[in-house]
């Protein structure tokens, strides 16, 4: 997803190697199987880009806004922050539909993969999927009052 961003200065090698660089801080990791891996590396690569982005809001100087490519609503482009202050305010409501979203984009990860994580069917998988993605088309056109959340 990054690939298509033009004014993004984080690039898709350099995104894989932060999130292995703080994967590699914590002392163990538990995973039952490469989902579990990929959804733990979603988790982390969310982080990464939420705290690249944040650290370029901070800066003095002229900067671009990052934004992620989704297929929220055709292909149009969504900004970072506001994808990060909706999936948290989705989190408070339904965590389990935030960590499909954030398994599914931030790790790519297929529905089936997400399933097995979740210990669901790709069936029910789907369809919070889809109820997870027209909650964030709502509230990324609507927003509420940023949410900050402590690093």
Same mark, same amino acid.
């Given at each position: *997803?990054? +690939? ?7 690039? &898709?090698?350099? %995104? ?12 163990? #990791? ?5 989902? /579990? ?7 982390? *690569?969310? !982080?990464?880009?939420?705290? /690249? ?7 003095? !100087?002229?900067? /671009? +806004? ?9 292909? +149009? ?5 506001? %994808?990060?202050?909706? @999936? ?5 409501? =339904?965590?389990?539909?935030?960590? #499909? ?9 297929? @529905?089936? =993969? #997400? ?5 669901? &069917? ?14 964030? #088309? =709502?509230?990324?056109?609507? $927003? %509420?009052? $940023?949410? /900050?959340? =402590?690093?």
């Amino acid at each position: *997803m990054l +690939r298509r961003e033009h004014a993004v200065s984080l690039s &898709s090698g350099d %995104l894989v190697q932060e999130t292995v660089l703080r994967l590699i801080q914590l002392r163990e #990791i538990e995973c039952d199987d490469r989902a /579990h891996f990929m959804a733990l590396a979603s988790r982390f *690569m969310r !982080r990464v880009l939420v705290d /690249h982005v944040r650290a370029k809001q901070a800066e003095k !100087r002229e900067h /671009h +806004r990052v934004t992620l490519t989704t297929r929220f609503d055709r292909g +149009r482009a969504i900004d970072l922050s506001g %994808l990060d202050s909706a @999936l948290i305010r989705l989190g408070s409501v =339904d965590g389990q539909r935030a960590e #499909i979203v954030e398994m599914r984009y931030f790790g790519g990860m297929t @529905l089936g =993969d #997400i399933a097995q994580v979740l210990s669901l &069917s790709e069936a029910t998988v789907k369809r919070r999927w889809v109820a997870a993605r027209a909650w964030l #088309i =709502d509230a990324m056109d609507d $927003p %509420l009052v $940023p949410v /900050h959340r =402590d690093a």
